[in-house]
């Protein structure tokens, strides 16, 4: 089974561009988690979602960032415009929930972005 | 607010000795406690969980101990081999509101040492 496909797994962009990141769930999970990882604040949650639906939001840091869920195994992750400040490597994660589900989460390889 | 307190944020060991890394939480609607590894450049991989019915589990090398009453659970990686030398996280869960976010702990960087 493939696992989470996130895309690009490098990015390199200017400030003030528009960035996209992807993210495809393991197929049958149904909640899908984004996380920005950094050496200064380690891994941090912005959003998750389940069944489509944004859960919890707030650690989203400003309104620059956005998330949507077009579908059910698909999420983007878009900053614009982006800043210096947003390089990080940003993971998503996917879980199947259940009631008393088991909270596993499968995480991507990341994308490393870098913003000049 | 860190939800979820973890030490020490690096840890060097002797090929053969034990690695133990501790986590804390205040949370008493935690009941999933998992720890997680993370090689450079690779996402966090489940490594073991726990959920607090039980103060011990263990898979292979790998254990977590839990502490219910002082809300504590570490990690001891018996005879630490350099393939273990990865940065670990635990974290913990609640599914009393029907959430499935992990609060993560902030890591701790593991040199074993050949």
């Known amino acids: 089974d493939a696992g989470v496909i996130q895309s690009p797994r490098h990015e390199v962009t200017e400030m003030g561009q528009e960035v996209t990141l992807r993210c495809k769930l393991i197929?049958?999970?149904?909640?899908l988690f984004w996380y920005r990882q950094t050496m200064m604040r380690g891994l941090e949650l912005l959003i998750y979602?389940?069944?489509?639906?944004?859960?919890?939001d707030s650690g989203m840091p400003e309104d620059r960032f956005s998330a949507k869920m077009p579908n059910a195994s698909f999420s983007t992750l878009k900053i614009q415009p982006s800043e210096p400040r947003d390089s990080a490597v940003y993971f998503c994660?996917?879980?199947?929930?259940?009631?008393?589900?088991?909270?596993?989460?499968?995480f991507g390889p990341g994308t490393r972005l870098t913003v000049t | 607010q860190q939800q979820v307190k973890q030490s020490p944020q690096s840890l060097i060991v002797q090929k053969g000795g034990i690695s133990i890394i501790n986590c804390a939480y205040e949370?008493?609607?935690?009941?999933?406690f998992p720890w997680y590894q993370q090689f450079p450049g690779k996402g966090p991989a489940l490594l073991i969980a726990?959920?607090?019915?039980?103060s011990e589990k263990k898979e292979g090398r790998f254990t977590i101990s839990f502490n219910k009453s002082a809300k504590q659970f570490s990690l001891h990686i018996m005879d630490s081999q350099p393939g273990d030398s990865a940065t670990y996280f635990c974290?913990?869960?609640?599914?009393?509101?029907?959430?499935?976010?992990?609060?993560f702990g902030t890591g701790t960087r593991l040199t074993v040492i050949p």
């Open positions: 994660a996917s879980s199947l929930t259940t009631s008393g589900g088991k909270y596993e989460q499968y």
């Open positions: 197929s049958g999970h149904n909640s």
């Open positions: 979602f389940n069944n489509n639906v944004p859960i919890d």
């Open positions: 949370n008493t609607a935690f009941d999933y």
């Open positions: 726990i959920r607090p019915d039980v």
């Open positions: 974290a913990a869960s609640s599914g009393l509101t029907g959430a499935n976010n992990l609060f």
